[in-house]
């Protein structure tokens, strides 16, 4: 994962007036206590650190310093549907989560497919200042399927698009996906796949298994995602290419991706939170709240994903942040849209699942919410030591804050659909700086 170049520098300059920032001793990936200082943008010294004039001084006792966490897999829905969320709330929940990139994928209305769009949102990004905000770029025309889109021509514009997907389907046609994984090679891209082979899944409700059986739904089996994931890992040997495998979901997929990785090919693979810690079992009350693709999963695939996460086969947590508006999920289970919000409880699900379980330290987190996200996304900037020398992006958590229901409706995100609501889940994101200006403080936006 070291042969391309970053797509480009991070979406904006630090503002050469702000004041620096001293953070007191906190605990850089869960070490020992120390300072930082933040100026121009930058982490300056770390270490003792005596505060300059005008600086702001953060007490940072007890909590752990992370570099600011980057996202490769978020709907931010605009433009088309900024009743469910805007490129604003979105990055606003973002911050919140500890997130300092994301990436914003292209099924919007009109769809990513062209320079114009990935520009749109990328401006709007920049405008919103929350969060640097990375388009991806759609595979096909309309996400329809059928031809290429102007990949190039989205490598080429002000976003530097270096993701492509069509997340939400499937590139389901073998030879287009063996076109797209050679033409991006061309600037250093990698192709996203959302595994799902259509025709394995038409009409399916949750994963199939005893409980589709015992509801009597369609079921989505593991093997629609399982063949198409083994399908691109031989294109993408066959191409020299780099394929990436979207929200990873089964046992199954797990020992293929271990499988491909072992022969040197370049494959990479995400897993959500919400599959490292939620089962089908739940979609047993007809909540939709539950629905999503792909489906939750058995306790024995939850154990899997959690056990490649830790192993590095799996590279990095995204969290697929899917907001509907009500009536999208206040419908009975059939009529429901799929999909749940993530990304102001991603942090603190990943401490509940991979660190206060003993599989991953902070420094596992570090390397699979923000540096590895980051490289595979082609991020630059953002995924780096928190040492001096280093873009200040960075989080603020405090692992020991008392185990609070999760509240969607005190949410920033536009949608309430959180899968944890009233779970109690440990954890507190404190502060988040991006290119040194808190867009965190005390758990809430700054503006
Ligand atoms: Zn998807």
Redesign the pocket.
């Known amino acids: 994962m070291t042969d391309w170049e970053p797509a480009a520098e991070s979406a904006a300059a630090a503002d050469p007036g702000q004041p620096a920032w001293v953070i007191r001793g906190a605990r850089v990936l869960g070490g020992e206590p120390g300072d930082l200082l933040l100026a121009g943008g930058i982490i300056t010294e770390a270490g003792a650190v005596s505060a300059p004039a005008r600086s702001h001084v953060l007490d940072a006792g007890g909590l752990i310093a992370l570099p600011g966490l980057v996202d490769l897999h978020a709907h931010l829905r605009e433009p088309g549907r900024e009743d469910a969320e805007t490129v604003d709330t979105g990055t606003a929940a973002a911050a919140l989560g500890g997130y300092t990139a994301v990436h914003a994928m292209a099924n919007t209305d009109p769809v990513a497919d062209t320079a114009g769009v990935v520009e749109q949102v990328w401006r709007l990004g920049r405008v919103a200042g929350l969060a640097d905000v990375q388009p991806v770029g759609a595979v096909t025309v309309g996400l329809a399927g059928e031809r290429l889109a102007e990949l190039g021509a989205m490598a080429d514009s002000a976003a530097r698009v270096r993701v492509f997907s069509d997340?939400?389907n499937c590139v389901a046609d073998p030879a287009l996906m063996r076109r797209a994984l050679e033409y991006v090679k061309a600037f250093g891209g990698v192709v996203a796949q959302?595994a799902e082979e259509p025709r394995l899944t038409q009409g399916a409700q949750l994963n199939e298994g005893m409980r589709s059986a015992q509801l009597g739904l369609t079921g989505w089996p593991a093997a629609a995602e399982e063949a198409i994931i083994a399908r691109d890992c031989l294109l993408a040997a066959h191409t020299g290419s780099a394929l990436h495998v979207?929200?990873v979901s089964t046992a199954g997929s797990v020992e293929i991706i271990r499988w491909a990785k072992s022969k040197g090919w370049r494959v990479t693979a995400e897993v959500t939170p919400h599959h490292l810690l939620l089962t089908d079992d739940l979609a047993g009350g007809y909540d939709p709240v539950f629905k999503v693709?792909p489906p939750l999963r058995t306790p024995a695939d939850v154990d899997a994903l959690r056990a490649a996460l830790a192993d590095g086969t799996i590279d990095c947590v995204a969290t697929?942040h899917a907001p509907h508006p009500v009536e999208a999920k206040e419908a009975e289970w059939a009529a429901a849209a799929n999909g749940m919000t993530g990304l102001e409880t991603a942090l603190r699900v990943v401490q509940l699942a991979m660190v206060d379980t003993g599989l991953i330290d902070w420094a596992g987190v570090a390397d699979r919410m923000s540096a590895r996200p980051a490289r595979i996304g082609r991020v630059a900037g953002h995924g780096q030591p928190v040492a001096a020398g280093g873009q200040a992006h960075i989080t603020l958590y405090d692992p020991a804050a008392a185990p609070e229901a999760v509240e969607p409706a005190t949410h920033a995100s536009k949608s309430r659909n959180s899968p944890f609501a009233g779970l109690a889940l440990p954890g507190r994101v404190v502060a988040t700086f991006l290119r040194g200006t808190a867009t965190v403080l005390d758990g809430k936006v700054t503006r």
């Open positions: 997340d939400g959302h979207c929200h693709n697929d």
